[in-house]
């Protein structure tokens, strides 16, 4: 009898520690179910800041803002687009923001908020190593290459203007314009040169910078001037202070680009 007894006590001790431990588990669960999300729009071909490869998004945007999920408990989602459609799918809150080394502007700061800067580059002219151009204004008249809809295509256009040089304006969405500029689709490309080069190292690219950096350019994230836009936008600006402060910033930097591109240039 005491033997029954004691077998029937040991097998509502296992029942009980089994929902306890279901109890538990189903609790974790709510609470990783409780993450916050953010949703990130990004690019497929913009290599090393954000690209895919084997079906994997990589790059210094994405790792970046994997490293913000984490120090806030976010749940991160990345959505691929086209540069020139990222914006757009901002507006109609399909994401919360841009990766895409994107500038701060004037006019986009009418529109946006932007968290705190995270790198920082020069725009210059790149042109293939044999050619004759040493100047911009060697290339008058000549096909330049720029990404369509960015603070490159804005920033050219100007130029343009400003100098009388008669370019002939040719824009990417997608395409390597390193690429473009080898096989003569285009004299001369204009990019930010911390993306430029590294392409250019990577591949050993016979290609060569014009050093006129006319341009120098201010990346940071851009939310929606509304309340979960401003939330983002304060967190994203916090954790970015914190990473540059401990080292992660300029680590990540170094990791993707060989050099430090989130500090000001001095």
């Known amino acids: 009898m005491n033997l029954r007894k004691f077998g029937i006590l040991c097998l509502v001790g296992i029942i009980l520690i089994g929902m306890i431990g279901c109890s538990k588990s189903n609790n974790a669960n709510q609470k990783d179910s409780k993450k916050e999300k953010i949703v990130i729009g990004t690019s497929a071909s913009y290599k090393p800041w954000a690209f895919q490869e084997n079906d994997e998004i990589k790059g210094f945007e994405i790792d970046i803002w994997n490293e ?3 120090r806030n408990n976010l749940d991160v989602e990345f959505k691929l687009g086209q540069f020139s459609g990222l914006v757009g799918m901002l507006d109609a809150n399909e994401i919360d923001t841009v990766a895409h080394q994107m500038s701060i502007t004037e006019e986009r700061k009418e529109k946006y908020l932007f968290s705190e800067p995270y790198a920082y580059s020069y725009y ?3 042109v293939k190593d044999d050619s004759d151009f040493k100047n911009k204004e060697d290339l008058r008249g000549k096909k330049v290459g720029c990404w369509l809809g960015g603070n490159g295509e804005a920033t050219l256009r100007e130029i343009n203007d400003k100098y009388n040089l008669g370019f002939d304006i040719v824009t990417y969405d997608g ?4 690429k473009e500029l080898i096989i003569d689709r285009i ?4 990019q930010g040169e911390i993306k430029t080069k590294t392409t250019i190292k990577d591949e050993n690219l016979k ?8 341009v120098y350019e201010i990346n940071a994230y851009p939310f929606k001037k509304d309340d979960k836009g401003q939330k983002f936008a304060e967190l ?3 954790t970015l202070d914190s990473m ?3 080292g992660t910033l300029k680590k990540l930097s ?8 989130t500090e000001v240039e001095k």
């Open 68 to 70: 913000i999920a984490k």
């Open 124 to 126: 210059d002219f790149f």
């Open 175 to 178: 395409v390597a314009m390193e």
């Open 187 to 190: 004299d001369a490309l204009w």
């Open 207 to 214: 290609v060569r910078q014009l050093n006129e950096k006319m």
């Open 236 to 238: 994203s600006s916090k």
């Open 244 to 246: 540059r402060k401990d």
């Open 254 to 261: 170094e990791k993707w680009f060989d050099t430090d591109t």
